[in-house]
Protein backbone atom coordinates (compact mmCIF):
# COMPACT_ATOMS: atom_id res chain seq x y z
CA UNK A 1 0.00 0.00 0.00
CA UNK A 2 1.56 3.06 -1.10
CA UNK A 3 1.72 6.21 1.32
CA UNK A 4 -0.92 8.16 0.20
CA UNK A 5 -2.94 5.16 0.54
CA UNK A 6 -1.90 4.69 4.43
CA UNK A 7 -2.63 8.22 5.55
CA UNK A 8 -5.88 8.17 3.43
CA UNK A 9 -6.94 5.00 5.15
CA UNK A 10 -5.66 6.55 8.51
CA UNK A 11 -7.87 9.73 7.71
CA UNK A 12 -10.65 7.56 7.54
CA UNK A 13 -10.45 5.22 10.47
CA UNK A 14 -10.61 8.63 12.29
CA UNK A 15 -13.33 9.56 10.36
CA UNK A 16 -15.71 6.19 10.99
CA UNK A 17 -14.31 5.93 14.65
CA UNK A 18 -17.54 8.15 16.13
CA UNK A 19 -19.99 6.20 13.66
CA UNK A 20 -22.71 3.38 15.68
CA UNK A 21 -25.40 3.12 12.98
CA UNK A 22 -24.73 2.70 9.04
CA UNK A 23 -26.32 1.77 5.79
CA UNK A 24 -25.61 -1.54 4.39
CA UNK A 25 -26.92 -2.04 1.14
CA UNK A 26 -26.65 -5.52 -0.99
CA UNK A 27 -28.33 -6.31 -4.13
CA UNK A 28 -31.11 -8.92 -4.05
CA UNK A 29 -31.63 -12.13 -6.76
CA UNK A 30 -33.83 -9.38 -8.93
CA UNK A 31 -31.05 -7.19 -8.98
CA UNK A 32 -32.40 -5.03 -7.18
CA UNK A 33 -30.65 -2.76 -4.36
CA UNK A 34 -31.83 -2.97 -0.88
CA UNK A 35 -30.26 -1.37 2.20
CA UNK A 36 -31.04 -1.30 5.95
CA UNK A 37 -29.75 0.23 8.89
CA UNK A 38 -26.81 -1.97 10.92
CA UNK A 39 -25.01 -1.11 14.00
CA UNK A 40 -21.26 -0.93 13.20
CA UNK A 41 -19.20 -3.20 15.72
CA UNK A 42 -15.41 -2.43 14.64
CA UNK A 43 -12.92 -0.51 12.19
CA UNK A 44 -10.04 -2.29 11.61
CA UNK A 45 -6.98 0.00 11.09
CA UNK A 46 -6.56 -2.44 7.32
CA UNK A 47 -9.79 -1.80 5.79
CA UNK A 48 -12.90 -4.24 7.94
CA UNK A 49 -15.84 -3.07 9.05
CA UNK A 50 -16.84 -5.91 11.64
CA UNK A 51 -20.87 -6.20 12.19
CA UNK A 52 -23.14 -8.76 13.84
CA UNK A 53 -26.22 -10.45 11.53
CA UNK A 54 -28.14 -13.45 12.06
CA UNK A 55 -27.17 -16.61 10.06
CA UNK A 56 -31.17 -16.93 8.65
CA UNK A 57 -32.24 -13.27 7.29
CA UNK A 58 -32.32 -11.67 3.66
CA UNK A 59 -29.19 -9.52 3.54
CA UNK A 60 -27.23 -13.46 3.96
CA UNK A 61 -29.17 -14.37 1.45
CA UNK A 62 -29.00 -11.53 -0.80
CA UNK A 63 -24.36 -11.99 0.17
CA UNK A 64 -24.17 -15.33 -1.05
CA UNK A 65 -25.45 -14.43 -4.28
CA UNK A 66 -23.73 -11.44 -4.73
CA UNK A 67 -21.10 -9.95 -2.36
CA UNK A 68 -20.65 -6.63 -3.24
CA UNK A 69 -22.07 -4.33 -0.76
CA UNK A 70 -22.25 -0.37 0.02
CA UNK A 71 -21.81 0.81 3.19
CA UNK A 72 -22.85 4.21 3.97
CA UNK A 73 -22.40 6.32 7.13
CA UNK A 74 -23.36 9.89 8.09
CA UNK A 75 -22.06 11.26 11.62
CA UNK A 76 -22.64 14.62 12.11
CA UNK A 77 -20.79 16.84 9.48
CA UNK A 78 -18.96 13.74 7.74
CA UNK A 79 -20.36 11.63 5.29
CA UNK A 80 -18.41 7.93 4.00
CA UNK A 81 -19.72 5.57 0.98
CA UNK A 82 -17.54 2.68 1.22
CA UNK A 83 -17.61 -0.14 -1.51
CA UNK A 84 -16.19 -3.99 -0.26
CA UNK A 85 -16.70 -7.39 -0.52
CA UNK A 86 -19.06 -8.69 2.51
CA UNK A 87 -18.28 -12.06 4.24
CA UNK A 88 -19.69 -14.36 6.86
CA UNK A 89 -17.11 -15.12 9.61
CA UNK A 90 -17.71 -17.59 12.60
CA UNK A 91 -15.29 -16.85 15.06
CA UNK A 92 -16.19 -16.97 18.83
CA UNK A 93 -12.83 -15.26 20.01
CA UNK A 94 -13.74 -11.83 17.54
CA UNK A 95 -17.72 -12.44 18.59
CA UNK A 96 -16.72 -12.35 22.19
CA UNK A 97 -14.45 -9.55 21.94
CA UNK A 98 -17.73 -7.10 20.16
CA UNK A 99 -19.93 -8.45 22.24
CA UNK A 100 -22.31 -5.88 24.39
CA UNK A 101 -25.11 -7.25 26.79
CA UNK A 102 -27.51 -5.14 24.77
CA UNK A 103 -27.32 -7.74 21.59
CA UNK A 104 -29.41 -9.48 23.58
CA UNK A 105 -32.68 -8.16 22.69
CA UNK A 106 -31.48 -9.47 18.97
CA UNK A 107 -30.26 -12.50 19.90
CA UNK A 108 -31.49 -14.15 23.20
CA UNK A 109 -29.00 -16.97 23.65
CA UNK A 110 -25.56 -14.42 23.64
CA UNK A 111 -22.67 -15.40 22.02
CA UNK A 112 -24.32 -19.39 22.29
CA UNK A 113 -26.67 -18.11 19.87
CA UNK A 114 -27.02 -20.40 16.73
CA UNK A 115 -28.26 -17.27 14.69
CA UNK A 116 -25.39 -15.38 15.52
CA UNK A 117 -22.68 -14.94 13.11
CA UNK A 118 -20.55 -12.28 11.99
CA UNK A 119 -20.25 -10.14 8.79
CA UNK A 120 -17.04 -8.84 7.69
CA UNK A 121 -16.77 -5.95 5.38
CA UNK A 122 -13.15 -5.35 3.67
CA UNK A 123 -12.94 -2.23 1.98
CA UNK A 124 -12.23 -1.91 -1.86
CA UNK A 125 -12.82 1.83 -2.58
CA UNK A 126 -14.13 5.10 0.10
CA UNK A 127 -15.25 8.12 -0.47
CA UNK A 128 -15.71 10.68 2.28
CA UNK A 129 -16.77 14.30 2.84
CA UNK A 130 -15.86 15.73 5.94
CA UNK A 131 -16.94 19.59 7.11
CA UNK A 132 -15.33 20.09 10.44
CA UNK A 133 -17.03 23.05 10.96
CA UNK A 134 -20.10 21.84 10.21
CA UNK A 135 -23.29 23.86 8.96
CA UNK A 136 -21.48 27.08 9.78
CA UNK A 137 -18.76 26.34 7.53
CA UNK A 138 -20.43 25.01 4.71
CA UNK A 139 -22.92 28.13 4.99
CA UNK A 140 -19.33 30.43 4.93
CA UNK A 141 -18.59 28.25 1.61
CA UNK A 142 -21.61 28.62 0.09
CA UNK A 143 -21.56 33.00 0.73
CA UNK A 144 -17.76 32.70 -0.63
CA UNK A 145 -19.19 30.94 -4.09
CA UNK A 146 -22.08 33.55 -4.43
CA UNK A 147 -19.63 36.57 -4.26
CA UNK A 148 -17.00 34.81 -6.31
CA UNK A 149 -18.64 33.07 -8.45
CA UNK A 150 -16.58 29.94 -7.57
CA UNK A 151 -17.68 26.37 -6.80
CA UNK A 152 -17.83 25.74 -3.18
CA UNK A 153 -15.67 23.52 -1.27
CA UNK A 154 -16.71 23.99 2.50
CA UNK A 155 -14.06 20.60 3.31
CA UNK A 156 -12.52 17.90 2.91
CA UNK A 157 -12.97 15.36 0.31
CA UNK A 158 -11.37 12.20 -0.88
CA UNK A 159 -10.77 8.96 -2.52
CA UNK A 160 -9.48 6.03 -0.78
CA UNK A 161 -8.39 2.85 -2.92
CA UNK A 162 -7.46 -0.23 -1.20
Not at 71 to 92: N, R
Not at 120 to 135: F, H, K, L, N, S
Request: proline share 4%; net charge negative; glycine share 6%.
Amino acid sequence: MSDHSKSALTKLNELLKGARICMLTSKDMRGNLHARPMALQSVETDGELWFFTARRCHKVDEIKGDNRVNVAVMDGSTYISIAGQASLVDDKKKATELWNPLYKAWFPKGLEDPELVLLEVTIEQAEYWDTPGGMVTTLIAYVESMVTGKQPHPGDHATVEL
